[in-house]
C-alpha cells in the first residue's frame, strides 16, 4: 500500500546551503528561521494553543537528500566518516522515507507563521507535522547513546577586526544574532573530519545572504575572515 504526505508548511531559515548546519538542532540557538504554513494549515484555528508550548518536534523531509534506493549501512560525519553503521542506528540524511525531525524552541506563534530558533534546517524544507514537546515523555532520564553521549566538542573561533565589524553591520541590517550565528556554527567545525586543511585553504558557505570565509590557523581553531554580501 502506498501512502503520500503533503508537506504542511516551508522552513525560511538562516541556512542557504547544506555546509555548516549544525548535525542536530539546539547547538546554534541563534539559528532562526520561520516555518511558513501553508493552506488550510494557515489559518490560526490550526496553531491555536501553541503558544502554551516552548519547544516543538518537526518532521520534515529531508528534500536534498532524497534517494531512489534506500541504503542499509551509513557512515555518520559524527564517527568521521569512515565507520559504517546501520542506517536505523543513525540520524543519517540519507534514509528510507527521507524523513528527519528536530526538536527546536518556538519563538512566536501567528496565523500561518511559526517563528523558531536553534534550527538545523535547510531553507525551504518541507515540514509534514508539527507536534508540541512534551518535557515529562519526550525527555527520558538515564537514556544512553554511547556513539552520541555527549555534543561535539566546540572549537575556537577567532575573528580578524575586520570580519568582526563586518558581521557586526550586516547583524544590524538583517537585525538577526549573526556573529553568534557564525560563531556557534563554525565552533561545529563543519569541515570533513578526513580533511586536514592547509592554512591557506579558505572555507566558505552562506548564511542568510551573506558568505562567511574562514581558515584553519591550527587544526583546533577557525579564524573568520571576512563576512560580505552575496553578489
Ligand atoms: N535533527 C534531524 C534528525 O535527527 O532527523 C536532522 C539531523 S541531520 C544529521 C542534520 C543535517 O541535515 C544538517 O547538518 C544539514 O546538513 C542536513 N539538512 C538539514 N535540512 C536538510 C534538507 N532539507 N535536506 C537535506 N539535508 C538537510
Request: hydrophobic share 45%.
Amino acid at each position: 500500500m502506498a501512502y503520500s504526505v503533503e508537506p504542511v508548511g516551508y522552513v525560511r531559515s538562516c541556512f542557504k546551503e547544506k555546509f555548516a548546519i549544525p548535525r542536530q538542532p539546539q547547538l546554534a540557538p541563534a539559528a532562526r528561521g520561520v516555518l511558513e504554513l501553508v493552506s488550510p494549515f494557515d489559518q490560526g484555528e490550526a496553531v491555536a494553543g501553541l503558544e502554551q508550548v516552548s519547544h516543538v518536534w518537526l518532521l520534515f523531509l529531508f528534500h536534498q537528500a532524497l534517494e531512489e534506493k534506500p541504503r542499509l549501512k551509513v557512515r555518520p560525519p559524527r564517527l568521521g566518516g569512515n565507520t559504517s553503521m546501520g542506517v536505523f542506528a543513525t540520524r543519517a540524511t540519507h534514509r528510507p522515507n527521507g524523513i528527519g525531525q528536530s526538536v527546536v524552541k518556538l519563538e512566536g506563534v501567528e496565523a500561518g507563521r511559526l517563528l523558531l530558533s536553534g534550527i538545523d534546517l535547510l531553507d525551504g524544507t518541507p515540514v509534514i507535522d508539527i507536534k508540541p514537546y512534551v518535557p515529562y515523555a519526550d525527555s527520558v532520564a538515564g537514556a544512553v547513546n554511547h556513539m552520541a553521549s555527549a555534543p561535539p566538542a566546540p572549537i575556537t573561533v577567532q575573528w580578524s577586526d575586520s570580519a568582526l565589524q563586518q558581521a557586526h553591520a550586516h547583524a544590524l541590517r538583517l537585525a538577526e544574532p549573526l556573529v553568534e550565528l557564525i560563531e556557534q556554527c563554525l565552533a561545529q567545525d563543519p569541515r570533513p573530519a578526513y580533511q586536514v586543511p592547509p592554512v591557506e585553504r579558505v572555507y566558505g558557505v552562506g548564511f542568510w545572504d551573506v558568505q562567511v570565509r574562514w581558515h584553519y590557523p591550527q587544526l583546533d581553531t577557525i579564524r573568520v575572515l571576512e563576512v560580505v554580501r552575496e553578489a
